[in-house]
């Protein structure tokens, strides 16, 4: 199950999962074709796919979304909590209903998303919540989706502990700057682009480049990685 899956970095996430031979699950909100191309191409990759419009900052419709996934599939071996938004304003100018709805969306959304993806992980299973460098670093215009990352962070650590009984890993990765349309909200966007290309690799960071760490983080191999803040950023916060 990946939130968010219809477009940019939650589309890219569930195809390569798609490709290694996972059935897909993803929400979308609001564009209806975007996740029915999205559907048709995970389908062409052989596996089975169900694409559900639902919000994940309404507590009522993730329970509607994971019963769906529920009568479907049985079971649940995968969540990633992609689904995010946010008001692009500083603190000053934000106001309450700015704040509620970001943080019902990227904080309680993914907490709430992960206990019914708990229920359904009979055998056990990976959640990996999609975080980003703006909750550790202060970016302009980043107050509410910043704050209410480093709150995802926070329940990552605390779900890590809570769900080990259950054998769910519960980790995140906190994203450098990939550029998708979720750019185009930023009064800043230039200067959020152009620090895209300032990584010490020789490329800039790409949605790939997350999908990656995703599977790694659902795969044998990191077992034993519980609760792990996982930086993807090219190298951006080792000399910025």
């Known amino acids: 199950m990946v939130t968010g899956g219809s477009r940019g970095i939650g589309k890219t996430i569930a195809l390569d999962l798609a490709r290694r031979g996972a059935n897909i699950a993803f929400n979308y909100l609001r564009s209806y074709d975007a996740a029915a191309q999205t559907e048709k191409e995970i389908k062409k990759l052989g596996v089975d796919c169900l694409s559900i419009k639902a919000h994940v900052g ?18 649940l071996d995968i969540l990633v909590n992609n689904a995010a938004t946010g008001v692009q304003r500083n603190a000053i100018d934000l106001d309450a209903k700015h704040w509620d709805w970001t943080m019902s969306v990227n904080a309680r959304g993914p907490w709430l998303c992960s206990i019914e993806a708990a229920r359904l992980m009979k055998n056990g299973g990976c959640i990996v ?4 460098l703006g909750s550790r670093r202060v970016l302009p215009y980043y107050f509410s989706v910043g704050t209410s990352k480093a709150t995802l962070e926070a329940i990552t650590k605390y779900l890590a502990v809570e769900l080990a009984p259950l054998n769910i890993r519960v980790n995140a990765i906190s994203g450098g700057y990939v550029e998708t349309d979720a750019f185009d909200s930023f009064p800043n966007k230039e200067d959020m682009v152009a620090a895209t290309e300032t990584t010490i690799t020789t490329r800039s960071l790409n949605p790939q480049d997350l999908a ?4 790694f983080l659902c795969s ?21």
């Open 58 to 75: 309404n507590p009522d419709k993730i329970k509607d979304l994971f019963n769906r996934i529920e009568e479907k599939y049985g079971q």
């Open 212 to 215: 990656n760490a995703v599977a």
């Open 220 to 240: 044998n191999e990191s077992e034993m990685i519980r609760g792990h803040i996982l930086v993807v950023d090219g190298g951006v916060t080792l000399t910025a």
């Open 129 to 132: 919540n999609i975080s980003s």
